[in-house]
């Protein structure tokens, strides 16, 4: 009897890692440039001096939460199984996911900005969990 573990394949866990250095660049941008990173979401940049203090602190948390999503990735990728993997993307599919939703309800646009992506880390997660696995 043939078996197919397709979940085991490295290319599944090189595809993670390339979305934990784009959740990584994009916490960096936050933390670093927070001006630049509001851009991504089309947010109007605020007018007043204390909007921008606030709206940048939030963008430093944004950052921070993008930085420990590639990191959670990264050491999935390199000590843990491809269950815990998979399901970090699948967790990370339904960051996206909000994302888009925030911005579709704040700005009415930008969604797929980040709706683009969800389902390909959904996609990947799954299939790091045994989806096309034959027994």
């Known amino acids: 009897m043939v078996t197919s573990s397709f979940s085991q394949s490295p290319y599944l866990r090189f595809s993670a890692t390339?979305?934990?250095?784009i959740f990584l660049g994009f916490g960096i941008n936050g933390i670093l440039r927070p001006r630049n990173a509001i851009e991504f979401f089309e947010f109007e940049a605020p007018a007043s001096a204390v909007d921008k203090k606030l709206?940048?602190?939030l963008m430093v948390l944004y950052g921070?939460?993008?930085?420990?999503?590639g990191l959670a990735i990264y050491a999935a990728a390199y000590f843990g199984d491809r269950k815990t993997l998979g399901c970090i993307l699948?967790?990370?599919s339904g960051v996206a996911l909000v994302d888009g939703a925030v911005c579709k309800a704040q700005v009415g646009k930008g969604e797929w900005n980040h709706w683009n992506y969800?389902?390909?880390?959904a996609?990947?997660?799954s299939l790091l969990l045994g989806a096309l696995d034959r027994a």
Do not use: E, H, K, Y
Not at 64 to 69: G, N, S, T
Not at 118 to 121: C, E, F, H, I
């Open 55 to 57: 709206v940048d602190n």
């Open 18 to 21: 390339i979305f934990a250095t």
């Open 118 to 121: 969800a389902p390909v880390l």
């Open 64 to 69: 921070a939460r993008d930085v420990f999503m």
């Open 123 to 125: 996609t990947v997660g």
């Open 90 to 92: 699948i967790a990370g």
